[in-house]
């Protein structure tokens, strides 16, 4: 290795700082001597340490020294405090979207934004062998197009799969061939661990959500993309986040103002449910104190996702309108209730 000039001897030492210190592991000279021969193969001294620190808090950078604490130096300033990874690994361990492998490159890339010793604590405590787990290892290659795709708007084209009994991706076909979907996207959506595209595929006018981890062999076209205020319901644009709030299950459909008359033991779920939309979308009031019983107005996309979620809460909740939301909730329990009657 070649001898190291003193400006990569300083970004030698900060490197160590970040990796191997904290205030319950302060390191004294000699650990960074150790360090130092190890990271970049030469040892300092204590003045080079000491204009090394001096530098550092001109650079404003929050570090303790010997002087101050009596055991040796380490930062105070980190890019992430532990309990911000902890959140991050959390996300990316829950995603369904994202592969186990993908996950766990993710992952120990924020363990390793702290020192190794909260870096160490917080690979340690997370086991993602059971958790769900899309097989799809192109997702972040397809995240990374669509997002290119709408950001210079153009168009995008990909197979879109489904899943076989044995979890394997299967292409949807038509007529015997695989199906190439076309069409302009918009947007990417996070929602109940699972990621969406936000596309207008051709020649329809309606906007329709894709699942990531089901959209294969993505490419991004020449062709220029259609105006997102030319698709049915955004002549005025397209608001993502109130867009995500009122597709239930991701669902698209017709926009209705729906009325849901609830029991008081549900109030919790739907306050968690619909947090997106419920201060500008929705409202929640109490309609008859005796039976606790409370009225629920809010916006969404009619269709199979919304039915679904309504039928969650079983018989705690009662649709009052619109009247074909109610017919189609109906026509549901009907079907479902026959699937339950003894065989004659």
Not at 160 to 182: A, M, N, Q
Not at 239 to 257: D, L, R
């Amino acid at each position: 290795m070649e001898k190291m000039n003193g400006m990569q001897k300083f970004l030698c030492f900060y490197e160590i700082l970040k990796r191997f210190s904290s205030e319950e592991h302060p390191l004294n000279f000699n650990e960074i001597n150790k360090h130092m021969e190890k990271v970049c193969g030469e040892r300092t001294n204590r003045k080079a340490v000491r204009k090394y620190i001096k530098s550092l808090r001109e650079l404003d950078v929050d570090i303790s020294d010997y002087e101050e604490n009596g055991e040796g130096c380490y930062l105070r300033d980190q890019h992430f405090e532990p309990w911000e990874q902890k959140l991050l690994i959390d996300l990316v361990s829950r995603s369904y979207s994202i592969s186990r492998t993908i996950s766990q490159r993710l992952i120990d890339k924020i363990a390793a934004l702290h020192n190794e010793y909260t870096g160490y604590a917080l690979r340690k405590g997370f086991d993602i062998s059971c958790t769900p787990k899309t097989v799809n290892e192109e997702v972040p290659y397809t995240m990374d197009k669509v997002r290119t795709a709408y950001l210079e708007k153009k168009k995008v084209r990909f197979t879109y799969c489904d899943l076989d009994i044995t979890g394997s991706l299967i292409p949807r076909k038509k007529e015997g061939v695989i199906r190439e979907y076309e069409g302009s996207p918009y947007a990417l959506v996070n929602k109940k661990n699972c990621s969406y595209a936000v596309i207008n595929i051709d020649p329809f006018e309606d906007l329709s959500n894709y699942r990531v981890d089901r959209m294969k062999q993505v490419q991004v076209l020449e062709e220029e993309a259609k105006p997102v205020t030319e698709c049915r319901g955004c002549t005025e644009g397209l608001n993502i986040e109130e867009y995500a709030g009122k597709c239930f299950k991701m669902f698209v459909g017709e926009e209705v103002k729906v009325s849901l008359e609830i029991d008081k033991s549900q109030v919790n779920f739907i306050h968690e449910e619909l947090v997106e939309w419920e201060s500008s979308m929705g409202k929640v009031r109490e309609e008859d104190q005796e039976k606790d019983v409370y009225m629920v107005t809010f916006k969404a996309h009619e269709g199979e996702g919304l039915v679904k979620w309504i039928l969650q809460m079983g018989e705690h909740a009662r649709v009052m309108g619109p009247d074909p939301l109610v017919e189609r909730v109906r026509e549901k329990i009907t079907v479902m209730n026959k699937r339950y009657q003894p065989e004659k």
